[in-house]
Structure formats: C-alpha cells, structure tokens
C-alpha cells in the first residue's frame, strides 16, 4: 500500500524549534516529489514548498521562504520540515503529500495523516 | 502569490448539479492546464478529484467533472449526494514554478 505516515502531534513553546517528519512506503521515494501544505485552523490550504527526494531539488513558497526548511533523507525514505524558532502563528496542522505522477508537482495524490503543531506560551 | 478565488459556499438538493469556480490569473490558471481540485471532509486530510483540469484518477466518480475557461476553472458536481457534503479546493501551477491553492469552497447538501 502506498502511503505516507507523518509524526505525531506537537506541543511547543514560541522561540523553540522543531522537526516534523513524512515517511513514504510502497513506493520508490526518490521518484517522486513531496509537497508541505499548511492548514491553519478553522482555514484554507496553504503550499509551503516541495522537495524532490531523488536529488534534495528545493522550492519554497515565497510566503514561507526563509520561515521554514524542508529536507529529506532518501536512505530512511522521509521527507522533513522544520522551524529554528517557532511563532504562535504557526500553530496549524502540517501535511504532507506526494505529487501524483513521475516528475510532477502540481497536484498530489497521496497525503498524510497530518501533524498538528501547537505553539503557545 | 494570492490565493484563487472560489465562492465561499455553495449549495443545492440531493440529485442536482452544482458548479465551483476557481478564478485566478494568466500566470497561474489561464496559464497552464495544470488545475487540480481537492476535497477535504472535516478532520480529514484532502483527497484529489481532478487533476490537469478535467482528468479523474482511478476510483473517483464520474459525478465529478472538470473544466476550464480563460483565467477560471470549473468542478462541476453532478447527481448530489449526502456524502459530497465537504470543503473542495482548486489548485494551480504558477509561472514562477510554485502551487497556488483556492480560497475554499464549503459545499452544502440541501
């Protein structure tokens, strides 16, 4: 079965930093790009960047250029996103998501479960 | 980059048709046919209808059919049913190489 698997919920105090993870399985990882989408609660869907495992190849949304990182490790077949220093307003639910065919990154078709990030003081 | 505009609600009786429209730019919808289209139940993560426009992958119904004009896309819904009930969400390719989303579409069966 293919599908992706993300970390667990997270608690977190604003100033700290954090890391979210993605695991894919039941398919070749380095083959196809992964997608971050923020969900603010209560909001819409937000395309934060993608990232080609194959070759660690990077965009990043301009909205959230410099805010965030994304990263993947092709040998444990994860994909991360991570913060250095957390604000309350990224408190939102984070998912992940794999672009639905070889070489495309406009529309996904495997998600995760999502991780929800609560930053509060 | 701004969000595509979409109706905030739309609504209509079980068995009817109803359309969602998605409006964004030269450098984004009327630019490339790479519009997809997402439905997300409440607490769920989205699930893809409709991808380059107007093609359904495997297991998606028929009911759900895509379409485009000049800076505007369209789902269109056919034979409304209870479980249709969800928020829908286009997205777009950008002339700058990035992924746009649609503000939303809260669709609600009479």
């Known amino acids: 079965e293919v599908q992706l698997v993300q970390s667990g919920a997270e608690v977190k105090k604003p100033g700290e930093s954090l890391k979210i993870s993605c695991k894919g399985s039941?398919?070749?990882?380095?083959?196809?790009?992964i997608g971050w989408v923020r969900q603010m609660p209560g909001k819409g869907l937000e395309w934060m960047g993608i990232?080609?495992?194959?070759?660690?190849?990077?965009r990043y949304s301009p909205s959230f250029q410099g805010q965030v990182t994304i990263s993947a490790d092709k040998s444990i077949s994860t994909a991360y996103l991570q913060w250095s220093s957390l604000k309350a307003s990224d408190t939102a639910m984070y998912y992940c998501?794999?672009?639905?065919?070889?070489?495309?990154?406009?529309?996904?078709?495997?998600w995760g479960q999502g991780t929800m990030v609560t930053v509060s003081s | 980059q701004s969000a595509l505009t979409q109706p905030a609600s739309v609504s209509g009786s079980p068995g009817q048709s109803i359309t969602i429209s998605c409006t964004g730019t030269?450098?984004?919808?009327?630019?490339?046919?790479?519009v997809s289209w997402y439905q997300q139940h409440p607490g769920k993560a989205p699930k893809l209808m409709i991808y380059?426009?107007?093609n359904r992958p495997s297991g998606v119904s028929n009911r759900f059919s895509g379409s485009k004009s000049g800076n505007t896309a369209s789902l269109t819904i056919s034979g409304l049913q209870a479980e249709d009930e969800a928020d829908y969400y286009c997205?777009?390719?950008?002339?700058?190489?990035?992924?746009?989303f649609g503000t939303g579409t809260k669709v609600t069966v009479l």
């Open positions: 039941g398919y070749s990882f380095t083959s196809y790009w």
């Open positions: 998501a794999r672009g639905y065919s070889y070489g495309r990154t406009d529309a996904f078709d495997i």
């Open positions: 030269s450098s984004d919808v009327g630019g490339y046919n790479y």
């Open positions: 997205s777009s390719y950008t002339s700058s190489s990035t992924l746009v």
């Open positions: 990232i080609y495992p194959g070759d660690s190849d990077t």
């Open positions: 380059d426009v107007s």
